[in-house]
């Protein structure tokens, strides 16, 4: 005889078919994510960190171009404002992503975000540096005269700088998703049957 049917047991479930990704789908959002971020953020940067940068105060002795303080510390605060301001645009670009695609959201967006940021990081550096002092030196002494003081150009000293842009962008969209985003439902309650095991059969004679 063969083993007895158990009216307890619980038919097994075939797997779930994985979903696949659709490539496609996840590449349109992230550039749909990452290009007007790159500009937007990064046009506010460039114009902020002229604005809220210190000033290089340089000066010419007819010969040459030099720091009219050798031991100011202009340099470095221009690096700090860029990063902290990279911070602020990048939380408030990182929030505005998390508003207006709350109910889509996906790994395609941070990934977008983070990229869109970095651009708009460099895109920041080369702007502000457009918008801030002249950068031909040699032209400027030339045209204000020996011994003028006149602001040197903006320069960044420490190119890992760059990623407080996306950094904040990034870090704002997950504190705000860990916050407010959509939550997985919980599985309703089930009640779990017992299962015993059925028991072996004797063999005929």
Do not use: Y
């Amino acid at each position: 005889m063969g083993g007895g049917h158990d009216p307890w047991s619980v038919p097994a479930q075939p797997p779930p078919e994985r979903a696949r990704p659709q490539w496609g789908r996840e590449t349109g959002t992230a550039l749909l994510v990452a290009l007007p971020v790159a500009v937007l953020a990064g046009l506010a940067l460039g114009a902020l960190w002229p604005l809220l940068a210190p000033r290089v105060p340089v000066v010419s002795n007819g010969r040459a171009v030099m720091l009219q303080n050798s031991e100011g510390q202009q340099s470095i605060a221009i690096d700090g404002t860029f990063l902290l301001t990279g911070l602020a645009v990048g939380a408030v670009a990182g929030t505005l992503v998390f508003l207006l695609r709350r109910r889509k959201g996906g790994i395609a967006e941070v990934l977008g975000l983070a990229a869109g940021a970095l651009a708009g990081a460099f895109l920041a550096w080369r702007v502000g540096i457009w918008l801030g002092p002249e950068q031909d030196l040699v032209a400027h002494a030339r045209r204000v005269g020996e011994g003028v003081v006149f602001d040197g150009p903006l320069k960044l000293e420490a190119k890992g700088v760059l990623v407080g842009l996306p950094f904040g962008a990034v870090g704002a969209h997950l504190l705000c998703t860990a916050l407010w985003g959509p939550r997985d439902p919980l599985p309703a309650p089930g009640r779990t049957v017992p299962q015993w095991p059925s028991k072996p059969s004797r063999p005929s004679a």
